[in-house]
């Protein structure tokens, strides 16, 4: 996971930058993303968005579990070690993007 989770970081800004300059030059591209949308489906950049909010949400839900997880339980410290290692994969992936740069 956090071979994949840098992956996707460090070429987020491309994708962005990418999504931008296709929406403002591509006709075709801006009648694509229009008729995903009218059709009720979701825009392509909240796409590209999830991933990064996914991580952002399993940190939250481990959290959460740990707050109501007694310290004394059999799984206490197989959550924290989770929650350490998520922490530390967005860290890594967030480093090696700035090298990039």
Known sequence: ???????????????????????????????????????GGRDLLSFLYLPIQRMLAYEALLKEILEVT?????????????LQQLREAAIHADTRAKQRK
């Open 70 to 82: 007694p310290h004394a339980h059999h799984d206490y410290a197989h959550l924290t070690a989770a």
């Open 1 to 39: 996971m956090r071979q994949l989770y840098t992956q996707y970081s460090e070429n987020y800004e491309q994708a962005l930058a990418t999504y931008e300059r296709l929406k403002s030059s591509n006709r075709k591209f801006q009648t694509f993303l229009e008729r995903k949308v009218e059709e």
